[in-house]
């Protein structure tokens, strides 16, 4: 009984994913790299954080379809070929995504959609602390998500 017990636990730790480990805390400071092109913003118009205009608002970005959020301004934003692709196929921003999208987003969408010249706008990687920003996002996003 006590190996069945030790058994379960241990494939219960392999199916949970390493991603759910991120730090919200740690990713508020990472996210600071972020903020030259990316602002959250609350659709009320209240910043969390104010950042650059040039990437899209990323309150509420987990659980959220891909290509579908707006800019800080409150206008739609124009998306990349690639993150447009992933929307049409219905793919939804989990945390999980979000911190592998953030270490290389290129190869992300060429992975994503099969298609190798579909690209992202998005030219920076984030080599490290992908998690914690996702845990981050997660944090600040609305109570739906």
Request: charged share 15%; aromatic share 6%; with cysteine.
């Amino acid at each position: 009984m006590k190996t069945h017990i030790i058994a379960a636990l241990g494939l219960l730790a392999l199916a949970t994913p390493a991603l759910a480990d991120g730090d919200a805390t740690k990713g508020e400071q990472v996210f600071n790299k972020c903020k030259a092109c990316h602002s959250i913003i609350k659709p009320d118009g209240t910043p969390v954080v104010k950042g650059g205009m040039v990437g899209p608002n990323l309150y509420g970005v987990i659980g959220r379809a891909a290509a579908s959020g707006m800019a800080a301004n409150g206008k739609p934003f124009n998306y990349g070929t690639g993150l447009q692709a992933m929307g049409k196929d219905g793919v939804v921003w989990t945390q999980a995504l979000v911190a592998e999208y953030v270490k290389n987003p290129t190869a992300f969408v060429h992975e994503k959609t099969g298609d190798n010249s579909l690209r992202s706008n998005m030219s920076f990687m984030l080599a490290q602390g992908g998690e914690d920003v996702a845990a981050y996002l997660a944090s600040v996003a609305p109570a739906s998500n």
